[in-house]
């Protein structure tokens, strides 16, 4: 199959039920905002040893804050809800309490409800002040620039992790290109991430190693180094494999960030230089969700 | 489902007590309209008192209102009452969720223990507005409360959390023993106000109770922005305009932590 000329393989990427949650924060300027939001999603790569998966989804405007102020909205995703949970306050303890003129709000309504400035509150050493509006409650945690504001709680909800696709190039410098692309278009789509740095990870892994104390290891079919000495799924052509992993909401979110990305990618210059898209998968048997990547852009 | 309309028939002085309309639960009409009520010295059928029509017992809607229905929402629950005319005492008294809407005035007592819920009193509320019921130690336990005009005297006691707007005047001996929540008031303010409270948050235009606060320095908070958008978008108005309110904070006294925005 080929979309306008990008040959996509006959193949699916394989992902897991994740718990996710969303938060805004806000703060007098958007590069105060933009400084908190980059600090708490600071390694939160892979569940694998960051505990939580985290990303920008996308810069809020003053009007779509419940503060006025320009924000960010941030999604989490982590295999548990106990991950969940310590992850977020501990993270917005180190990250949002601290940066100067910030606040921090639940951006997601729902019945599972997890703490978010529930015991942040007791930095305030008794002078913080409960606020309650609409069935919700804020506190007002005082600190040296004025106040911390936060909301109490917020809502966990069922998502998925691990959408994937593998960009399989000529050169190295044509393969990032392209995966900026696709990571340029992502930012544009509510309700998904893309957590590694920049949108982009080039250690994809394989379950398993050749050393017990490990779980994941390099995946060796997709090493363009290795491809004469193990059993590559590379063609002699393939001299760089990138990867772009996806968490979403739903399956169509992730759906569409695929096949948006993609169809970008092929009308951009550096689809001459693409040999083909795949995704990385462990066979089918491991994750809830596949996305089969022709299946998506038909 | 067409809402469920009461328009009253009532010309005698007797007072009626409503509190039955919160307890409506069927949608069938006759079972509605031969709900009993004791009226005077007598057993009344509603249909007697009321037209009555409609049948959806969540959206009830009250026509021709006057001074002597008593009681409507008391204790309501995932209700709307919209009402037209004025009301007698309790309105909203100890309610828990829902919403009431008065195009007019209401007399005493009213949303005394409310636990929840929003109130829109588009005229203006008699004393003990918000008191303590018989039953229970703090005033306004929750909820949201719009009052356009004036509200009499004795007002706002032992009030625990909630949000209450008033657009007009308060009166004399309002706001005592306040445990926490939040207060707009945008007109005068009368004598002994805010007496004994241990914590709280004001939003007021009288400067002339501020004496009696400790003026905080002009640290700029997020939380003012933050109510003046929730209480400006729920009201559709822009009742709080001013982006840099002076404020108070804490009595001279006794150092309780009353909070002050002159708005």
């Known amino acids: ?258 096949r948006e990305s993609l169809i970008a990618i092929s009308k951009s210059k550096y689809k001459k230089d693409i040999v083909s898209i795949s995704a990385g998968n462990y066979g089918g048997k491991l994750g809830q969700h596949h996305f089969h990547l022709r299946k998506i852009l038909k | 489902m067409k809402p469920l309309i009461f328009k009253c028939k009532i010309k005698d002085k007797q007072r009626l007590d409503m509190s039955w309309l919160s307890r409506i639960n069927t949608t069938s009409l006759s079972d509605i309209k031969n709900i009993a009520v004791s009226y005077g010295s007598k057993i009344y059928k509603i249909s007697k008192l009321f037209d009555v029509s409609g049948n959806n017992y969540k959206n009830i809607i009250i026509k021709n209102s006057n001074q002597r229905l008593d009681n409507i929402g008391n204790n309501l629950k995932d209700k709307e009452i919209t009402i037209f005319g004025d009301t007698g005492f309790g309105l909203a008294r100890g309610m828990c969720s829902g919403k009431i809407t008065l195009h007019g005035n209401t007399g005493k007592n009213a949303c005394s223990g409310m636990r929840g819920g929003s109130v829109y009193i588009l005229g203006s509320a008699d004393d003990g507005f918000c008191c303590l019921p018989t039953s229970m130690n703090e005033g306004l336990v929750d909820g949201f409360i719009y009052v356009q005009k004036n509200v009499g005297n004795n007002s706002i006691i032992r009030m625990r959390r909630g949000n209450i707007v008033i657009g007009g005047a308060i009166g004399k001996n309002s706001c005592l023993e306040l445990i926490s929540g939040s207060v707009t008031i945008l007109g005068k303010i009368g004598s002994n106000f805010c007496k004994n409270a241990r914590r709280g948050t004001f939003f007021i235009k009288d400067k002339s109770v501020c004496k009696e606060y400790i003026k905080a320095n002009d640290t700029d908070l997020t939380f003012y922005n933050f109510y003046k958008i929730k209480i400006n978008s729920i009201l559709k108005k822009n009742l709080l305009k001013s982006s840099s309110p002076k404020r108070y904070f804490g009595t001279k006294n006794n150092r309780q932590l009353v909070e002050l925005f002159i708005v």
């Open chain 1, 1 to 258: 199959m080929k979309i306008n000329g990008l040959a996509i393989e006959n193949t699916f990427a394989e992902a897991f039920n994740m718990k996710a949650s969303r938060i805004i924060v806000t703060a007098d300027n958007v590069k105060w905002a933009k400084n908190a939001a980059i600090s708490f999603t600071g390694f939160a790569t892979s569940v694998i040893a960051c505990g939580v998966e985290a990303g920008i989804e996308r810069q809020l405007k003053t009007k779509e804050t419940p503060d006025g102020r320009p924000g960010y909205s941030i999604l989490l995703f982590s295999m548990s809800r106990s991950q969940l949970e310590k992850q977020l306050e501990t993270r917005a303890g180190q990250c949002i309490l601290t940066c100067p003129t910030t606040a921090l709000f639940s951006g997601l309504d729902g019945e599972d409800m997890i703490p978010l400035g529930k015991n942040l509150k007791y930095f305030g050493d008794g002078y913080q002040i409960s606020k309650r509006i609409n069935k919700k409650r804020f506190w007002r945690i005082p600190v040296m620039d004025g106040e911390f504001m936060c909301e109490e709680m917020t809502a966990r909800v069922p998502a998925i992790g691990g959408g994937n696709f593998l960009l399989l190039a000529k050169s190295r410098s044509s393969c990032l290109s392209a995966c900026e692309i696709a990571v340029d278009v992502m930012s544009n789509i509510d309700n998904i991430i893309t957590p590694f740095p920049g949108g982009v990870v080039r250690s994809g892994s394989k379950v398993g190693s050749k050393y017990k104390a490990l779980i994941a290891s390099t995946n060796d079919a997709f090493c363009p180094s290795l491809s004469g000495i193990t059993g590559s799924k590379l063609h002699k052509s393939v001299n760089c494999v990138m990867e772009i992993v996806i968490n979403g909401l739903t399956k169509e979110d992730i759906d569409k960030g695929i």
